[in-house]
Structure formats: structure tokens, C-alpha cells
């Protein structure tokens, strides 16, 4: 990103905003499918009252599945929402210090891949320039890694 003009850096860095809001918003729906369906409602009755398509919500639920702990707020969504709602990049750092994180690892018989673990949102989340080179190294090292 540092070889780039001023205006490119700009023009990418509001695309990773847009981007960050849209994966944000995603995580609201699949949590507010998911207190719905605790209540009972049926996929169709939680498309209404989420003012979407029943596909979607199924859709939701499944990654909600697959999700650690959809009631946790997860690396990910502290890293979107400090970059979005431009909180201290400090603050956000000692969060992620603090943070109990979980290892990928491989999948269990008959499985084959990797279970991704708490830590890979982090990693994803410096590949993808939402966390400086001396962010991500200030966190590494405060877990031991």
C-alpha cells in the first residue's frame, strides 16, 4: 500500500470501509437470525422480521453454525468495528492482547482441511491492511506466537 499515490491509498482505503460495514451488518443479521430461531420462529416467519429472503436466512444460519461462538464478539469484529468507527488503534491493540485466541487445526478423521481458529482472523485481518505490520507484530508477541 506505500507505493501507492496518496489518492489510491484513499480511494482503498474507502472501499476496505465499505467493506468492513458490509461484513459487520452480516454479522448483526446472522446474530439476529439466530435469537430469533431461539424464540421458535420458522426460517420464513425470521425472513419477515429480518426483512430478507428465507434462502438468506438459511444461509445465515448455517455460518452461524459454523461460527465458534456467534454470541462472542470474535477478533474479527473488534478489527472491522475499530476500523470503521476509527476507535483508537491502542485501544483496539490491548483488546486483541488480551484476547483468548484458539489455533487452526487439522480436521478429525474422517475430515479432511483445517478448522480455522480465532487467531486466523487476525492473520486475515493484516493480509488484508486493517492491522499495521507493528500492530500485528505488538499482538503476536504479547500471545507468544
Not at 460495514?21 to 426460517?43: C, I, N, P, T, Y
Not at 472491522?80 to 485466541?101: G, Q, T
Not at 474422517?110 to 481458529?117: A, F, L, N, Q, T
Request: aromatic content about 6%.
Amino acid at each position: 500500500m506505500s507505493t501507492r499515490s496518496p489518492e489510491m491509498q484513499e480511494l482503498q482505503h474507502e472501499a476496505l470501509q465499505r467493506q468492513s460495514h458490509k461484513r459487520l451488518d452480516e454479522v448483526a443479521d446472522m446474530r439476529a437470525a439466530v435469537r430469533a430461531k431461539s424464540r421458535g420462529l420458522s426460517q420464513r416467519d425470521i425472513a419477515e422480521v429480518l426483512v430478507t429472503s428465507q434462502a438468506r436466512v438459511h444461509r445465515l444460519l448455517r455460518a452461524a453454525d459454523r461460527r465458534i461462538d456467534v454470541g462472542e464478539r470474535l477478533p474479527e469484529e473488534l478489527i472491522l468495528e475499530a476500523f470503521v468507527n476509527d476507535i483508537p488503534r491502542s485501544a483496539l491493540v490491548a483488546e486483541l492482547k488480551r484476547y483468548s485466541y484458539t489455533f487452526g487445526e487439522n480436521a478429525p478423521y474422517p475430515h479432511e482441511g483445517r478448522i480455522s481458529g480465532t487467531w486466523d482472523q487476525v492473520v486475515s485481518a493484516f493480509m488484508q491492511d486493517l492491522l499495521t505490520e507493528d500492530e500485528f507484530s505488538e499482538i503476536r508477541e504479547a500471545i507468544g506466537r
